[in-house]
């Protein structure tokens, strides 16, 4: 048994807007604090009409604010486009609102294309280079400041907020083992590289003040209804999204359809599963049957679920259907 947690990416349905995304957000955010599911993280994203968590930390204070229990956090900050002390100052502001409840998981890659990554940072070329430096200095703005320090997080001086590498190839499976770091992989939509980056990040990782042995988090898509068939229909919107991303056209998510073949090429199909191939579509026994499988193939201590489902009560209830199948699967946390 382990953890089970939500990864969301507050997504913008067709003819829906970021107000109802958000509002969306914190509903669900309280169904999982109820159900005992362990973490509920958002994810930056620029320049993307149909996910609304651009303002990482903003959205991140809206539900932590409207729960009570449920740990809240970053899956993940794109580190390098910010500066280290602009996000040890933000999450120092959460873990001072919200003692005890912040998580601060960090990446490498823009969260975005090119053009946007150009306008965020800037310093494009650099950026993504100094990234292992730059999560050393955010972790010295969490510690006790020293004597003589001539620039601190205020707040952050002292936090320790917990810090996670995320990743999609093996850079920060490496990194975190070398930082003794917990490790999260974006398994639910870059899976060519999960097995290998897996082992050679428990092969590889040194204790640290925070961490004494390996944590591993694996992430997976999930579309749990009543039936097989309504299960695998709810995915055909994250499939659609998928490929308009890969066509270069990104939009808001989709409603589902019934034929994925009337839109898809058989090539364009064989890239959108390959790339989503760690998801789960169906009802409650092939859920729990797919989670079981994955859960011990990976030898995981965690376990991220994320649902880009249209429907708001189907994506609700997608989450109820798991935390009902899982049950001997899930490590519950304590609700107040």
Same mark, same amino acid.
């Given at each position: 048994?382990?953890?089970?947690?939500? &990864?969301?990416?507050?997504? @913008?349905?067709? +003819?829906?807007?970021? #107000?109802?995304?958000?509002?969306? /957000?914190?509903?669900? *955010?309280?169904?999982?604090?109820?159900?005992?599911?362990?973490?509920?993280?958002?994810?930056?994203?620029?320049?993307?009409?149909?996910?609304?968590?651009?303002?990482?930390?903003?959205?991140?204070?809206?539900?932590?604010?409207?729960?009570?229990?449920?740990?809240?956090?970053?899956?993940?900050?794109?580190?390098?486009?910010?500066?280290?002390?602009?996000?040890?100052?933000?999450?120092?502001?959460?873990?001072? &609102?919200?003692?005890?409840? @912040?998580?601060? +998981?960090?990446?490498? #890659?823009?969260?975005?294309?090119? /053009?946007?990554?150009? *306008?965020?940072?800037?310093?494009?070329?650099?950026?993504?280079?100094?990234?292992?430096?730059?999560?050393?200095?955010?972790?010295?703005?969490?510690?006790?400041?020293?004597?003589?320090?001539?620039?601190?997080?205020?707040?952050?001086?002292?936090?320790?907020?917990p810090l996670w590498l995320l990743g999609s190839s093996l850079f920060g499976a490496q990194l975190a083992a070398m930082m003794g770091l917990?490790?999260?992989?974006?398994?639910?939509?870059?899976?060519?590289?999960?097995?290998?980056?897996?082992?050679?990040?428990?092969?590889?990782?040194?204790?640290?003040?925070?961490?004494?042995?390996?944590?591993?988090?694996?992430?997976?898509?999930?579309?749990?209804?009543?039936?097989?068939?309504?299960?695998?229909?709810?995915?055909?919107?994250?499939?659609?999204?998928?490929?308009?991303?890969?066509?270069?056209?990104?939009?808001?998510?989709p409603p589902p359809v019934d034929d994925m073949d009337a839109i898809w090429s058989p090539a364009e199909r064989l890239n959108v599963e390959?790339?989503?191939?760690?998801?789960?579509?169906?009802?409650?026994?092939?859920?729990?049957?797919?989670?079981?499988?994955?859960?011990?193939?990976?030898?995981?201590?965690?376990?991220?679920?994320?649902?880009?489902?249209?429907?708001?009560?189907?994506?609700?209830?997608?989450?109820?259907?798991?935390?009902?199948?899982?049950?001997?699967?899930?490590?519950?946390?304590?609700?107040?």
């Open positions: 048994m382990i953890p089970f947690s939500v &990864l969301d990416l507050s997504p @913008i349905t067709q +003819g829906s807007d970021a #107000a109802t995304a958000f509002r969306n /957000t914190l509903e669900l *955010a309280r169904l999982a604090e109820r159900l005992g599911y362990r973490r509920y993280w958002l994810a930056e994203h620029h320049n993307m009409p149909g996910i609304a968590s651009a303002a990482t930390a903003v959205v991140i204070g809206h539900v932590a604010g409207g729960t009570r229990t449920i740990r809240v956090g970053a899956g993940g900050i794109m580190l390098p486009n910010h500066s280290p002390l602009v996000i040890a100052e933000q999450f120092g502001t959460l873990a001072s &609102l919200y003692p005890g409840r @912040i998580d601060l +998981g960090l990446g490498r #890659a823009p969260g975005t294309d090119q /053009t946007t990554a150009r *306008a965020l940072r800037r310093d494009i070329l650099h950026a993504s280079d100094r990234f292992p430096e730059d999560v050393a200095e955010l972790q010295q703005y969490f510690r006790p400041s020293r004597p003589g320090q001539a620039i601190r997080a205020i707040p952050g001086d002292g936090l320790e907020v917990p490790f999260a992989f974006a398994s639910h939509f870059a899976p060519d590289q999960l097995m290998t980056a897996i082992s050679l990040y428990r092969a590889n990782f040194r204790p640290s003040e925070t961490l004494d042995k390996p944590h591993v988090m694996v992430a997976a898509s999930v579309f749990a209804a009543d039936t097989d068939e309504e299960g695998r229909r709810l995915a055909t919107s994250l499939q659609q999204q998928f490929l308009n991303l890969r066509r270069g056209a990104p939009g808001q998510l390959r790339a989503l191939a760690c998801s789960v579509a169906g009802a409650p026994q092939t859920v729990r049957q797919g989670l079981a499988a994955f859960i011990a193939q990976t030898q995981a201590d965690e376990l991220m679920l994320t649902a880009q489902i249209y429907d708001h009560a189907a994506r609700m209830r997608s989450f109820e259907i798991v935390a009902d199948a899982c049950a001997d699967l899930m490590v519950r946390q304590e609700t107040v």
